[in-house]
């Protein structure tokens, strides 16, 4: 079974829509990540946590929250889906250790808002 | 703050032949890098990663990048490329605990 899963693997949605996308991880690692991606841009970082009481934006958190319901357990919520927020979403874990964090991903969430 | 760029959004290889991807930082601290690869429809992996200690990292699947702090360069390479080899690379450096990724390369690769 995969370490990092993500539900739904695709959506499509309508402009105004509210959607959630899950991620639970079995990993056991504290800290967990949402980013999306844009053809040419790369990934960027939507929110992260590094523990359940922890919830900080990152750098496009505009149009996005997220709840942490469980060390294992993150979701990033839509409130009301806009076409430019369709993309590629990939959940993401890491544990701090002495040398450097390395993070683990998901296989990603497509999402497509009409 | 951190910051990466990657050079070249496209690259065609031949397969057999050399697979040289090019990152450059930016970093107000001792930077942590690293190389992750995506293939279609999957998640991305990660390819290696510099920490501290040695400049030249080794990677999986025959890959390796150089540190180089004089050029503030990280670039990726594979001595002989494979048809295996084509996805999408990112380039990416640590910032206090998350991650700042490259806009990415699409490797593709011919016979």
């Known amino acids: 079974d995969a370490d990092v899963t993500q539900t739904p693997r695709n959506r499509i949605t309508k402009t105004g829509k509210r959607i959630m996308l899950e991620c639970s991880q079995t990993?056991?690692?504290?800290?967990m990540y949402w980013y999306r991606q844009d053809p040419g841009l790369g990934l960027r970082l939507i929110y992260y946590s590094f523990d359940v009481k922890d919830i900080n934006k990152g750098e496009i958190s505009d149009g996005y929250s997220v709840s942490r319901q469980a060390q294992a357990k993150f979701s990033l919520s839509l409130e009301s889906a806009i076409p430019n927020q369709t993309a590629l979403y990939f959940c993401?874990?890491?544990?701090?250790?002495?040398?450097?964090?390395?993070?683990?991903f998901g296989p990603g969430t497509r999402l497509t808002v009409l | 703050a951190q910051s990466v760029t990657q050079l070249g959004s496209h690259v065609s290889v031949s397969e057999g032949a050399l697979v040289l991807l090019r990152c450059n930082y930016s970093s107000s601290v001792p930077p942590y890098l690293f190389w992750y690869v995506q293939y279609p429809n999957q998640g991305l992996q990660l390819l290696l990663k510099y920490t501290t200690g040695a400049t030249l990292v080794k990677g999986i699947n025959g890959f390796e990048a150089e540190f180089k702090k004089s050029e503030t360069s990280f670039h990726l390479t594979k001595p002989s490329a494979h048809m295996s080899d084509a996805a999408e690379y990112f380039c990416a450096v640590d910032s206090w605990g998350k991650l700042q990724f490259g806009a990415g390369t699409q490797v593709v690769v011919t016979p």
């Open positions: 990993k056991g690692h504290d800290r």
């Open positions: 993401a874990t890491s544990v701090p250790s002495k040398d450097v964090i390395t993070q683990y």
